[in-house]
């Protein structure tokens, strides 16, 4: 499974940017698939999930209420509005994806199998 994601750019303090990821392979279709984010010298750090069926959707303390995560089937894309930016959300933003059952909280990076190439998000104050 390739994961190939896009629209990461350049935005002032309580802009918007919307992030997609496609991803390959029929098969990806039936995978749980989440974001992350990490800036230098820190860990990777989850940001969103969202279940096959869209049903189940996690966030992390720090973007709820401000990011959505969405996912199209039909396409095989995995879509993150960020909305409400500031600069600390500065950050290179990574799409992931794991089949069902996964194996331990979708919070920690071990849990995923596959991983996009990642895309800049800047925010400036």
């Known amino acids: 499974v390739q994961l190939q994601a896009s629209g990461g750019g350049s935005v002032q303090a309580g802009g918007s940017l919307r992030l997609s990821c496609a991803a390959s392979g029929r098969t990806s279709r039936a995978y749980v698939k989440g974001w992350f984010r990490q800036v230098p010298g820190k860990e990777r750090e989850f940001v969103a999930a969202?279940?096959?069926?869209?049903?189940?959707?996690e966030y992390s303390n720090g973007v709820k209420g401000r990011f959505a995560i969405s996912r199209d089937n039909v396409k095989n894309t995995v879509d993150l509005q960020m909305n409400s930016l500031k600069p600390d959300d500065t950050a290179v933003y990574y799409c992931?994806?794991?089949?069902?059952?996964?194996?331990?909280?979708?919070?920690?990076?071990?849990?995923?199998?596959?991983w996009g190439q990642g895309t800049q998000v800047t925010v400036s104050s």
């Open positions: 969202i279940s096959v069926s869209s049903q189940n959707i």
């Open positions: 992931a994806a794991v089949p069902p059952p996964h194996s331990g909280s979708l919070t920690q990076t071990g849990t995923w199998t596959f």
